[in-house]
């Protein structure tokens, strides 16, 4: 019998790892901020922000298997996609159409703007608003990037890959096959941090670092699809080893429990992303900081968040806001980077002040922006989508 394509209403959010996922996405917008006065990855301040996207992995990974795992008996497989494209998509346009109107004013910092014709532009718009991936030839900015409007798209590229593979094959495996395809991908994972290169990639070198996925080359395909899997199914597996511990006492499952759990876990989250470099070189021992924080660090505060819980009406509002805008800031927060770059292109020589209003000017309007975007356009969009997409029943046979 065909399973019935029934809209399923949200289960409770997890309000903890809601904040955390605002804070990391935060720490990315300084980040990126501070990585346009960077010469390289040793001198970066806020060193390691590009973790928050691994980090986001493993609470992907995480949330994907506690909303749907146990509901594949009145879901079908399009259904669990279009509930995916209904919470992911509409920002992923917004974000692409805030780039691509901003575009031609970063050509301080992209001299390939300039140059770019209009069919290449508006056919990388549309490839972008489709999340179809851009080439090195239809490169528009310099930096063969998979979206030249919104760089940070190929991590939802990524996202999506993740999701197709949950559909089709990891919800059908039992927890000790996802633990065993754990232990493969970290081996990817310390492949990358630990400059092993088993499959010979990377001819000018070992690399010590997860740095990169975000266009459509062999080496730099490598890294995304590494970055991706450990995170995802470690998060997936601890969704499904949490409800077989739960309790009256425990009603998480969760073995780690913590008082004001959300402001422990998000200095501990701010203090990796803000690590300087380990070592002052691109070596082991960074490499060896970057391994521990994915395979150890992040799922553990993912065990915590799950298993602690705000009692404090200021704490709760901070995760909801936070939780609120994360996906928003980062997804729609890059092309006011660009901006940035293109201003400290054409004014490298301004005073310092200068460079710190423009550096917290961006980040304010960054968050007010994604803030205005989530009320005015994803929350009614996804609202009209659910009543008129997600809930419509397939017409009945004659």
Not at 69 to 92: A, C, E, I
Not at 113 to 121: E, L
Not at 198 to 207: A, D, N, S
Request: charged share 15%.
């Amino acid at each position: 019998m065909a399973k019935q394509n029934v809209y399923l209403e949200s289960k409770p959010r997890y309000e903890i790892l809601d904040g955390l996922r605002g804070v990391a996405a935060m720490m990315v917008i300084v980040f990126h901020l501070f990585e346009t006065y960077a010469h390289g990855p040793v001198d970066q301040i806020i060193n390691h922000g590009f973790l928050a996207v691994d980090f986001f992995f493993v609470l992907s990974g995480f949330v994907v298997g506690y909303a749907y795992d146990d509901r594949w008996d009145k879901m079908t497989t399009w259904g669990f996609f279009k509930r995916r494209l209904t919470r992911l998509h509409p920002m992923l346009i917004i974000g692409t159409l805030i780039g691509a109107c901003l575009f031609f004013f970063t050509d301080g910092a992209f001299p390939m703007v300039a140059q770019t014709p209009a069919w290449k532009f508006f056919l990388c718009l549309v490839m972008g608003l489709l999340l179809i991936p851009c080439g090195p030839r239809l490169d528009i900015r310099g930096w063969n990037e998979l979206n030249s409007f919104n760089g940070p798209a190929w991590t939802l590229m990524l996202e999506y890959v993740g999701n197709i593979l949950y559909a089709f094959i990891f919800r059908h495996l039992p927890k000790y096959a996802i633990a065993i395809l754990c232990g493969i991908c970290a081996i990817f994972t310390l492949d990358l941090t630990l400059g092993w290169d088993i499959f010979g990639l990377f001819p000018k070198g070992p690399r010590y670092n997860v740095i990169g996925g975000w266009s459509l080359e062999p080496q730099q395909l490598y890294i995304g699809m590494t970055r991706m899997l450990y995170p995802f199914l470690c998060g997936l597996l601890i969704s499904r080893i949490l409800p077989s511990h739960r309790s009256q006492d425990n009603p998480s499952g969760s073995p780690i429990h913590l008082r004001g759990g959300f402001w422990w876990c998000a200095l501990v989250l701010v203090l990796i992303l803000a690590m300087p470099n380990v070592g002052g070189r691109q070596g082991v021992p960074d490499g060896l900081f970057q391994a521990i924080s994915i395979l150890v660090i992040f799922p553990l505060l993912v065990l915590a968040g799950a298993g602690s819980v705000t009692t404090h009406r200021f704490s709760t509002k901070v995760c909801k806001f936070l939780g609120d805008v994360s996906y928003p800031i980062y997804i729609t927060h890059y092309p006011l980077i660009y901006l940035q770059m293109g201003w400290v292109a054409k004014h490298a020589d301004a005073p310092l002040w200068q460079h710190v209003a423009v550096g917290v000017s961006v980040f304010i309007f960054a968050i007010l922006m994604a803030y205005g975007m989530h009320k005015a356009f994803d929350l009614p969009i996804r609202e009209w989508l659910k009543d008129h997409w997600l809930k419509r029943k397939p017409a009945q046979a004659a």
